[in-house]
């Protein structure tokens, strides 16, 4: 559809209020011929004289004053289409928004989301996806926030890191290895329960335990933190979970944490956004609360030195 020149919509406004070129002239703050010029244009285009003379003045057509509201309704319409967005109120926001994530993240901060969001925004619902085979490419539909262990991603993708992590072992109260640290050769000869989304039993762990001469058994492979500390409580087994999750674990659970005796790397973490919520308030708002929680995370659960695990993946 081709549109006339929206620029006249203005003047028409002006024209059918003041019924007067000058008056319309005046409040548009240009001269009486130009404006004289405009209505002629605008008679023009829309097949009607629009303002005829009477006796000193000017009069609207019949259908002028059929058109009148519309064209100021159109007007107004137009002026809130262009205007800003409007300041962020949080307790009227009506808002869902899709997070995905690790079981981990769920736990340690997105329980705490909930709660935030449930006293701040009560408008807002979290639909939180599991992390699978993730595509950066999901982020420009189907996904407002990616958390975790972030892949490569492409150009339209916006990113914020939110620290590192290392991870650390679980096991029960009970467990006969559970009452002092562990050694290497200890760790090595205690049955693991991994998580990995694929069913992968091998890690940097048997790469640093192979370097010393050493090898472990990877009794199970699991998709959840939550399934090995599962496991963990009804088997002698060590559960390799992420250092900020297993404060929660235990805390839930009869399980107790042990150090990972191993130097390993730490895993990288951040959040990642499509180019088309960057500047959306509410996604903003989202965004900064994740960050914050994060920070309050990393503070309370610093993990202690040599306690560490990259993903298994």
């Known amino acids: 559809m081709q549109l006339p020149d929206l620029n006249l919509l203005p003047a028409l406004d002006a024209l059918l209020r003041t019924g007067s070129v000058a008056g319309a002239a005046a409040e548009m703050r240009v001269s009486a011929s130009a404006m004289s010029r405009t209505l002629g244009r605008l008679r023009r285009v829309v097949g009607d004289p629009l303002l005829v003379p009477a006796g000193r003045g000017l009069v609207p057509t019949p259908a002028a004053e059929a058109m009148r509201p519309g064209v100021r309704a159109a007007l107004e319409a137009a002026s809130m289409a262009l205007q800003p967005p409007q300041p962020l109120e949080l307790a009227s926001l009506q808002r869902e928004f899709t997070i995905r994530s690790s079981d981990s993240f769920c736990v340690s901060i997105g329980s705490d989301l909930v709660a935030y969001a449930a006293e701040a925004a009560p408008g807002v619902r979290l639909r939180m996806l599991p992390e699978g085979d993730e595509d950066p490419a999901d982020l420009r539909d189907g996904v ?41 050769e200890e760790f090595a000869a205690v049955p693991h329960v991994t998580v990995s989304r694929h069913g992968r039993p091998h890690s940097v762990v048997d790469e640093r335990l192979h370097a010393l001469g050493l090898a472990r058994d990877v009794l199970a492979t699991v998709p959840t933190y939550s399934a090995a500390c599962f496991m963990a409580l009804g088997a002698d087994v060590l559960a390799l979970v992420p250092a900020a999750f297993a404060p929660y ?16 790397p730490e895993a990288e973490h951040g959040m990642a956004w499509h180019l088309r919520l960057d500047a959306d308030p509410a996604h903003r708002w989202l965004r900064t609360a994740v960050a914050r929680l994060a920070r309050e995370q990393g503070r309370a659960s610093s993990p202690s030195p040599g306690v560490g695990l990259p993903s298994a993946e």
């Open 144 to 184: 407002d926030l990616d958390v975790g262990v972030l892949p490569a991603l492409p150009p339209d993708v916006r990113s914020l890191p939110l620290g590192t992590g290392g991870y650390a072992a679980v096991a029960r109260e009970g467990a006969p290895f559970a009452r002092r640290p562990l050694t290497v």
């Open 249 to 264: 674990a235990t805390r839930e659970m009869a399980l107790v944490v042990l150090e990972i005796p191993l130097d390993l």
